[in-house]
């Protein structure tokens, strides 16, 4: 008896095609892989230049106001095979490496980790930095003052709460600056630095307003919110919100207000006479004031 050896089965030539067709195009994906990498070592390069020039000079490479441009430019060149929010997505952590080329970043965060200050941390620095997470909002502002963090982000306080009344007067105790403003899944935050961008067209100014009931009877009054208003507009620094500080019930005639305003765009502006002019303006309206910072609001992470 003779026996038949069974039919080689035959390719399907189908798959065949689609086989051949991904690996021309995973092809083209590895020659595109090797092209961008290249580009990103030459954009490392150059950023490690960038903060060589910057050594001895500044205290953190985190510039707000200068990444929020950045952002918004590559977005506008995203189109439909890559919407925007994924080319800004790989931008931040393109964005967190080259800040690792110039300085190895250190950022307090309110709350444990996985905390919702934690998450918008890492949206807004991404993977690089060192993250230290210090409990409630005000323990975060001790590693930021003593120089053992770069930057701080926490809750936006609610000055209408004792805790977040007791935090504005901590942080202008401080010396350390709001420098961006931004919200995470509907929570809103503040980074907190130990030093400011040049103040710019666009940016929101938090200052911290104190007047005293015996020497300004009238603070406070309806006519004073709407003089104070009506002033800083005439300067091009509309008011955004005046919310008086929360306080215990003691015989203390003084009231602290958190004061927001908007730095309008303008033909000409400077950063310095922008401030002198807020000092002016608001020196009739209150005995003391602290800026506790300006920033631009980076949108939702």
């Excluded at 060589?52 to 200068?66: E, N, T």
């Excluded at 001790?142 to 805790?163: D, E, I, K, Q, R």
């Excluded at 929101?204 to 005293?212: A, P, Q, R, S």
């Excluded at 009054?221 to 008011?239: E, F, K, N, R």
Aim: net charge positive; hydrophobic share 40%; with cysteine.
């Amino acid at each position: 008896m003779t026996f038949k050896a069974p039919a080689c089965p035959q390719p399907d030539s189908a798959n065949s095609r689609l086989e051949a067709e991904l690996a021309v195009l995973r092809q083209q994906l590895d020659t595109i892989d090797t092209e961008l990498v290249d580009l990103l070592c030459r954009r490392a390069a150059i950023s490690h230049a960038v903060g060589a020039a910057k050594q001895g000079k500044i205290d953190s490479v985190f510039r707000p106001q200068r990444e929020a441009a950045l952002l918004e430019r590559v977005a506008a060149l995203g189109h439909l095979n890559m919407p925007p929010q994924q080319v800004q997505a790989i931008y931040r952590e393109i964005l967190s490496a080259s800040r690792a080329t110039q300085q190895q970043e250190h950022v307090a965060c309110a709350g444990q980790p996985g905390s919702p200050a934690h998450l918008a941390a890492l949206a807004i620095f991404g993977s690089q930095p060192c993250y230290a997470h210090s409990g409630p909002s005000q323990k975060a502002l001790a590693p930021l003052a003593s120089g053992a963090c770069h930057a701080a982000v926490v809750p936006a306080p609610n000055p209408g709460t004792l805790a977040g009344a007791q935090f504005l007067k901590a942080l202008a105790r401080s010396g350390c600056k709001c420098i961006a403003c931004t919200h995470h899944k509907g929570a809103a935050f503040w980074v907190l630095a130990r030093e400011t961008e040049s103040l710019a067209p666009g940016c929101t100014l938090f200052i911290l307003l104190k007047h005293n009931a015996t020497t300004q009877p009238h603070a406070h009054s309806q006519a004073w919110h709407s003089a104070l208003a009506t002033a800083l507009a005439q300067a091009g620094l509309p008011v955004q919100q005046c919310t008086p500080l929360a306080k215990k019930q003691t015989k203390n005639t003084a009231t602290t207000m958190l004061l927001e305003v908007n730095c309008l765009p303008r033909e000409i502006f400077c950063s310095q006479q922008c401030l002198h002019t807020l000092e002016a303006v608001l020196a009739p309206f209150c005995s003391t004031y602290t800026l506790l910072g300006w920033c631009p609001t980076l949108g939702e992470q």
